[in-house]
Structure formats: C-alpha cells, structure tokens
C-alpha cells in the first residue's frame, strides 16, 4: 500500500541553524501538507501546497518557514533559523483530491533544537 | 470557531467494551470530519471520516455518530482491545469551495485498553 515516507526520522540542530525537513507523498496525490506536533499536544496545521503553490498556511508558518517542491517527489519544508520551541513532531501529509477528502500522514520527524 | 473540543482526555475501558469519544465544533463552515489513531512515535493513521451529510457510518468495528444540529460528533469502537489502546484525534475541515485546506485536530484522547 502506497504510503508517505519522511526522511530524516530524527533531527538534531542548534538554535539558529538551518533544517531542511523532507517527504515523499504518495505518488498520484496532488495536494501536500505539513503538520506539527509539540510533545504531548494535538497536531497543527502548518501549510498546504498545491501546483507549485502554497494554498493555505496557519499562522504559526511565519517567515521562518518556507515550503518547496524541488522536484516530482518530493517536498520539502525548510526552517531559516531555528529556535527552541520549534521542537516538534513534523508530519507531511498528502492528499489525492480537491475538497473534502483524505489526507494521509507520513511517520513524521522529529525535530530537536538545542 | 476553529477550534474542535475532544474529550475525554483519557479513557479508560476493559476489553469488549465500547469506548466513545466525542468531539464538538461551533464553525458550521466545517464538512469533512476524519479520525485519527496514532500510535507513539508514529503519525497519525486515518481510521474513518464523516461527511455532514450523513448521520452514521461504519468501518469494521469502529462508527461514527454525526449530529449536525448539535454540532457534534463522536467515535465508539465495538469490541475494544488491547491492540486498540492509542490516540485518538478527531479533526474537521473547511470547506471553502475546494482549495487544499488543512484539519484542525481536536487535542486528542488517550485510550487504554485493559485485558
């Protein structure tokens, strides 16, 4: 079964540091996300991604954070400079259809900041 | 108005017996409602998804309840077992005449399952 995989599964950075956070979705999926999960707390939207384009973002997806689809499979979710309290879970999630439809989750990957 | 209440927070349930979860909503802009079960360290895994438009629907052991003029909805899962005890997350979408928007996550129940 077709599934969304994330890559590193674990990250470790300095305050300040640069990270660059990378998905596979699924392949016939058109729509892409990410999510974050602080330890212990629900999940959050960060932004959602389609044709080339962000769609939508929350507001916890300020300037620090960009979003790009380098190329056919994957999809990358970059943080400039990052501070403690980005430490989360990041899931990419994907999508095959407009609208109302399923997302699915990849294994997600956690990111600590030192 | 975003927002999804869940609760309960925790759950605590013998095997066989049939946990419910239920979620709250005010944004009647809302018309998808998925359920999530995550297991630790793993995302989250679609378990079953509700359209506003029906009141019930079924997927093996797991149901959800749809009450529209309430503003509700909730979880049971028939036949509980140990092999169940995760987390569980409702969420709810907007529609918005069909960008790719994304869920907003009710804060999530933790279900144990006793043998």
């Known amino acids: 079964e077709p599934e969304v995989t994330q890559t590193p599964s674990h990250q470790v950075t300095q305050m300040g540091q640069e990270v660059i956070l990378r998905c596979v979705p699924i392949?016939?999926?058109?729509?892409f996300y990410w999510y974050r999960q602080i330890l212990g707390q629900k999940v959050e939207f960060l932004v959602s991604f389609y044709n080339n384009e962000i769609s939508e973002k929350s507001e916890i997806f300020d300037d620090q954070f960009s979003v790009e689809r380098p190329d056919g499979s994957n999809f990358t979710l970059k943080i400039r400079s990052t501070k403690l309290e980005d430490s989360a879970m990041y899931f990419c999630?994907?999508?095959?259809?407009?609208?109302?439809?399923?997302?699915?989750f990849g294994p997600g990957t956690r990111l600590t900041v030192t | 108005q975003q927002q999804v209440k869940q609760s309960p927070q925790s759950l605590i349930v013998q095997k066989g017996g049939i946990p419910i979860i239920n979620c709250a909503y005010e944004?009647?802009?809302?018309?998808?409602f998925p359920w999530y079960q995550q297991f630790p360290g793993k995302g989250p895994a679609l378990l079953i998804a509700i359209r506003p438009d029906v009141s019930e629907k079924k997927e093996g052991r797991f149901t959800i309840s749809f009450n529209k003029s309430a503003k509700q909805f909730s979880l049971h899962i028939m036949d509980s077992q140990p092999g169940d005890s995760a987390t569980y997350f409702c969420a709810a979408r907007i529609g918005s005449g069909g960008g790719a928007d994304g869920l907003t996550f009710g804060k999530g129940t933790h279900l144990i399952i006793q043998p």
């Open positions: 944004n009647t802009a809302f018309d998808y």
């Open positions: 999630a994907s999508s095959a259809r407009r609208g109302p439809y399923e997302q699915y």
């Open positions: 392949s016939n999926h058109l729509y």
